[in-house]
């Protein structure tokens, strides 16, 4: 099964230890889409870190209105769906995560 999981909050690299466990299941094929940082409220930048990282192909794209936690969008999104051609996609996307 390949699962396309999309999250601002993954650029936290303790946060992706999940995905390695997820990508040991039998049968799955996992890709992450994150920014390479999040704008936090205070003008400072979660900058991407890759700590957790095996099992898995993750995909680094920018994010336009980074930021905005409700309202910011992958301007590559459409090309990335369309050379992985998930079966299913997760939006990992909750207020303030």
């Keep these: 099964m390949r699962i396309l999981m999309i999250s601002k909050a993954l650029v936290a690299g303790t946060s992706q230890r999940k995905l390695e466990e997820i990508a040991k299941c039998p049968g799955v094929e ?3 889409v994150t920014p390479p940082y999040w704008q936090s409220d205070d003008g400072s930048k979660q900058v991407l870190e890759q ?13 336009a209105l980074n930021g905005n ?8 999104l459409g090309q990335i769906m369309g050379d992985v051609q998930p079966e299913v996609v997760h939006i990992d996307e909750e207020p303030y995560n």
């Design 30 to 32: 996992l890709t992450l």
């Design 51 to 63: 700590l957790y990282t095996s099992g898995y192909r993750m995909i680094v794209t920018p994010m």
């Design 69 to 76: 936690f409700h309202l910011h969008y992958y301007p590559q």
